[in-house]
C-alpha cells in the first residue's frame, strides 16, 4: 500500500508535465520510502528504471548499459554496451526525441563509487 506521499508524486508530476525536460534529484535518509516514491510515480509512464549496485566500474556500465538498450532498440542492434558513461548518457537523447521517457538512476551514490574519473554531463551541464 502507499499512501501520504500526495505532494511529492504532485511535484514530481509538475516536472514531468513542464515542456522542458527535467533533472530531478531526489534525496534524503535511509529507509523513508525514496524508491517506492519513484516507482509509484513511473507506474504508468514510460520509464528506464535502474537500480546501481556496488560493483566495479565496468559491470556497472555493463548493466546500465543493458537497461538502455531494451529501450533503444536500434542501438540494440549494433552494440551490446555502451563504451564509455559519456556514450551511456548521451543516448538517453535518443530516447527521448519523440516522447518522453523518465529515467530513474535510483542508489547513484553506487554508481560513482567506483568510478573515480571526473564526469561531465552534456545533457543537464552537471559535473559529478
Not at 508524486?9 to 534529484?25: C, H, I, P, T, W
Not at 554496451?81 to 548518457?89: H, I, K, M, Y
Not at 560513482?112 to 543537464?124: D, E, R, S, T, W
Request: glycine share 4%.
Amino acid at each position: 500500500m502507499f499512501i501520504g506521499r500526495e505532494e511529492e508524486l504532485k511535484f514530481l508530476e509538475d516536472r514531468y508535465n513542464s515542456a522542458d525536460g527535467q533533472l530531478v534529484v531526489l534525496y534524503g535518509r535511509r529507509r523513508v520510502g525514496k524508491t517506492e516514491l519513484l516507482r509509484q510515480f513511473c507506474q504508468d509512464k514510460e520509464h528506464i528504471f535502474y537500480t546501481c549496485t556496488e560493483i566495479i566500474d565496468e559491470k556497472q556500465l555493463e548493466a546500465f548499459s543493458q537497461r538502455l538498450l531494451e529501450k533503444n532498440q536500434q542501438a540494440a542492434k549494433y552494440i551490446t554496451r555502451f563504451s564509455d558513461w559519456e556514450q551511456a548518457l548521451l543516448s538517453i537523447t535518443e530516447l527521448t526525441k519523440d516522447k518522453k521517457i523518465v529515467v530513474v538512476i535510483d542508489e547513484f551514490p553506487y554508481m560513482v563509487k567506483g568510478n573515480n574519473a571526473p564526469l561531465f554531463c552534456k545533457i543537464c551541464g552537471m559535473r559529478f
